[in-house]
């Protein structure tokens, strides 16, 4: 893992890690630095469509309760109106679409970010305490299939960081 003092410094150095072959790794920023999702090439998210899903599925959901409640189980004239009356069926309709989909948000964004995670091995490294405070962090996975302990660890150097160290699992 190299420390940098700078986000354009963790940008270059991650543009350069990509060139090398490089392919699993991760940044550690103490703000959000919007070139490195690119550098590190990361995939667009899948939440959206999560979220898509979950609003369709609430939706049909609570117009599917309505219509069950109101046409087949307990079927009630209220007016003289027919008992499939969709207007009446909006309200619920739409609030649990908004239901549906915010907890497909809200389970979506944990699932994909795996959390809860409590512990990661990055931790051990005593100078990552610095990560949410004024350091930029770029590490290399030791799963990544060119990752070779000694090849890694000069590459890093040579990218001038302002320290080098190794991440202990």
Not at 52 to 79: D, F, K, M, R
Not at 141 to 168: C, I, M, Q, Y
Request: with cysteine; aromatic share 12%.
């Amino acid at each position: 893992m190299a420390e940098f003092e700078t986000p354009a410094a963790l940008v270059a150095a991650t543009e350069q890690a990509r060139l090398h072959g490089y392919r699993q790794m991760d940044a550690y920023s103490p703000m959000p630095v919007e070139e490195l999702s690119e550098a590190l090439g990361l995939r667009r998210t899948r939440l959206p469509r999560l979220v898509l899903a979950g609003g369709v599925l609430g939706g049909l959901a609570g117009y599917g309760l309505e219509y069950w409640s109101q046409v087949i189980t307990y079927p009630l004239n209220i007016g003289g109106r027919p008992f499939h009356s969709w207007p009446h069926f909006i309200p619920v309709t739409f609030e649990t679409t908004v239901l549906g989909a915010a907890l497909a948000a809200f389970v979506g964004m944990w699932a994909l970010n795996r959390l809860p995670q409590p512990y990661h091995p990055v931790f051990n490294v005593p100078a990552f305490a610095r990560a949410s405070v004024d350091r930029f962090f770029l590490c290399i996975e030791a799963t990544d299939p060119k990752f070779d302990r000694h090849a890694t660890w000069k590459f890093l150097e040579s990218l001038h960081p302002a320290g080098v160290s190794e991440v202990v699992a």
